[in-house]
């Protein structure tokens, strides 16, 4: 089920493509928010990997419809593809809301929820390159699974705390909603990269 054909090779190439996308638009973002003053020029750059993002997702669906024997179940191939472009669309919404809104400087748990959620993009990257061999890493795409579950369980906190912040702290009421929405999305992105996780220890139950 797992050995390397052309077919296999060429859905585990393109996800890992794809995570990798989504590692450095993560890393982008971080540096977009240490720099937040360029963030409307440096917004290109990641509508960039958005578009490359969605490349790789047309691919492995058009893979899907052409190879008869695939590495493991279309459906589950189909939502992983589908998730990992999801989490690439969501930072690029994060940033687009940012710049429309002219959200201005971000605020210390903004930040912090930023470097949680480069963690665990992180870890997303690791947990794809493991279904390359899924029997044989079993266990690192448990553990995998684990942190990316505690990594968006602390940014739902931070989320909370940041927009509680907002709320006794903003004396503009349009800023307050602003900075809400903003932190909204990237809690969403923070989900998504859960959702991959889940549906990779779904094919783990399945197969190893």
Known sequence: MFGFKSADEQFFKLFEEAAEII???????KNMMDKYESIEKRLDE???LEQKGDKVTDTIIDNLNKTFITP?????????ARELNEIMDSVCSTVEKMVIYEAGKPGD???????VFVRA?????SLVYCIRKIKDNTGAIMELYHEIAKDESLGDRIY???VADLFKKGNNAIEVIKW???FEQLE????????????????VVKYA
């Not at 493991?72 to 992983?80: C, G, M, P, V």
């Not at 748990?109 to 470097?115: P, S």
């Not at 993009?121 to 990257?125: G, I, L, M, R, S």
């Open 23 to 29: 590692y450095q638009g993560a890393i982008l973002l």
């Open 46 to 48: 990641l509508v960039v």
């Open 72 to 80: 493991f179940d279309r459906e589950d191939i189909y939502s992983i």
């Open 109 to 115: 748990k903004f930040k912090e929820m930023v470097n």
């Open 121 to 125: 993009t992180e870890n997303v990257k």
């Open 160 to 162: 909370r705390l940041g």
């Open 180 to 182: 809400k929405e903003v």
């Open 188 to 203: 969403t992105s923070l989900d998504r990269c859960e959702k991959v996780a889940k549906l990779i220890r779904g094919v």
